[in-house]
């Protein structure tokens, strides 16, 4: 069916090679001529000059004796006495944690900043919040009202300044952010010195960014069913479920405490998670398992601090006076109707501590010891608690008016500063004998009250003001400068078991 056939070969010529040998030319090119020349210099003379010092005279060194006379005597007698007091410093803990510092020393408080908005203080609206951004370098503050309990459609700001500008001006803020209703608090995302968060008299939970120039608006939440439905008195940067990701807790007068991720892309705020504060199912002091029956209300919330050594705790400062450890891995099912949110809301409460006579404006657990807060209200004194004891373990009198604000020192264990009703700043040493203020800073506004309260890495204290005026303050080195055994004392403190 198939054989083998030969066929001849057929071979093309190219014409494509001799087309193009054809069109090939060849051209060259030359510049001018380029001219070159030389020259030489001569100087007209040349001259050496030397000098010569004086030989260097040895003058002649005292000998000195090898063994004064005496000397032996006066050492054998002492030696037993040296030998002793050697020993006895050796066991001495006077300079136990004593560190050597060769920063300026300032021996006295000053203001170094009054800083203020003059349309907002003329329109008569209060510092109602104060936070220092990751730089310390950035002091923000909120416009709102304190004074004022009817829904408000107020506009309102938030201003803002950096403090390394060379050419500050105290009435000038460096950037403004208008809002629609007041300002209740402020805080700064602790690792991104441009983002803020605050929450509204309007229940809306904002954050902006401060590097957006036209609409600084990073994320909101808008109002949904999710929002708040009181003011926004607390929001706190928390851990979020993703690892480096950030979350905003916030938490409104109604009861209820969100917690919202951050969608930068879309804009918007989602609630993650939920709780509600119910009287009937808050703990009674000193026990979790025995609970109040009587009443079903919300408890309202005035305050809240987040645990710098646990990431589940936080405390929770109400309006009747209750301060309660919450759990955010609790799982109990708030016992609320539902009203439109998108998650189901949860019981945090796990344990309450001693009620006081009224509303709670202020907490804060102490930088150095993970069982201690200080808790200030409308009766005028400081608490001193444990977070394992329902009883306080000191009690300070700070005013006879309100307290609005407490803060812990950053750099010292037993300092904490608080502001008053009368505008004075009390800063307590709880390492003196004396219950009594180790410094009292009169800030000079007419007897209104100062509103919030914080330091800064770098030992400044801000200062929020009904007047509406941020002052900066420098406190002194007795205030700042850690002594010896600090920690012991306060650990000592943390031990002591309440009355």
Request: proline content about 6%; charged content about 20%.
């Amino acid at each position: 069916m198939f054989t083998d056939e030969s066929l001849d070969v057929v071979g093309v010529q190219s014409s494509w090679k001799t087309s193009h040998q054809r069109a090939q030319e060849s051209k060259t090119c030359q510049t001018k001529p380029v001219r070159t020349a030389e020259a030489e210099a001569q100087v007209r003379s040349v001259r050496d000059c030397g000098a010569q010092t004086d030989p260097h005279e040895q003058l002649p060194q005292p000998q000195l004796s090898s063994d004064p006379p005496g000397l032996e005597d006066f050492l054998r007698r002492v030696e037993d006495v040296v030998i002793r007091e050697l020993v006895k410093n050796s066991k001495s803990h006077a300079f136990d944690g004593f560190e050597v510092n060769w920063a300026d020393q300032h021996q006295t408080v000053s203001c170094l900043y009054c800083l203020g908005h003059p349309d907002a203080q003329q329109r008569g609206l209060q510092v109602t919040s104060v936070s220092w951004n990751c730089t310390a370098s950035v002091i923000a503050c909120a416009y709102g009202r304190v004074d004022n309990g009817d829904w408000s459609t107020e506009r309102s700001c938030v201003c803002m300044w950096n403090l390394d500008r060379s050419r500050l001006n105290p009435k000038q803020p460096d950037t403004v952010i208008d809002t629609a209703t007041p300002v209740m608090c402020v805080s700064f995302h602790p690792l991104r010195p441009s983002l803020i968060a605050g929450g509204l008299y309007s229940g809306e939970v904002i954050i902006w960014d401060t590097s957006r120039t036209q609409d600084p608006v990073f994320a909101q939440t808008g109002m949904s069913p999710d929002t708040h439905r009181e003011p926004v008195y607390e929001v706190k940067w928390v851990p979020g479920t993703r690892r480096g990701e950030l979350a905003v807790l916030s938490a409104c007068s109604g009861g209820r405490i969100l917690l919202w991720s951050v969608d930068g892309v879309e804009g918007k705020l989602t609630l993650t998670s939920g709780y509600a504060l119910v009287r009937q199912q808050v703990p009674q002091s000193g026990s979790i398992s025995k609970l109040q029956t009587s009443g079903g209300t919300n408890i309202g919330v005035t305050s809240l601090t987040l645990s710098p050594w646990d990431t589940d705790t936080f405390l929770v400062g109400s309006e009747g006076g209750m301060v309660l450890k919450c759990s955010f891995s609790s799982q109990t099912v708030a016992a609320v109707p539902p009203d439109g949110e998108s998650v189901t809301l949860r019981s945090p409460a796990q344990f309450s501590f001693s009620p006081r006579g009224g509303p709670i404006h202020s907490l804060h657990f102490s930088p150095f010891h993970r069982n201690l807060f200080v808790s200030v209200g409308t009766d005028g004194l400081a608490h001193i608690h444990s977070i394992l004891q329902p009883r306080p373990l000191l009690t300070l009198r700070v005013s006879d008016s309100y307290v609005f604000g407490v803060r812990w020192s950053p750099v010292r264990p037993l300092v904490f500063a608080a502001v008053t009703g009368q505008g004075l700043v009390q800063v307590f040493d709880l390492g003196r004998r004396s219950l009594r203020p180790a410094a009292t800073i009169d800030q000079n506004i007419g007897g209104q009250p100062a509103y919030c309260l914080e330091f800064s890495p770098q030992q400044l204290l801000a200062v929020g003001n009904a007047e509406g005026s941020v002052k900066i303050w420098q406190l002194s080195a007795e205030l700042t400068e850690q002594g010896s055994r600090e920690s012991a004392v306060l650990e000592q403190l943390a031990n002591e078991v309440a009355e």
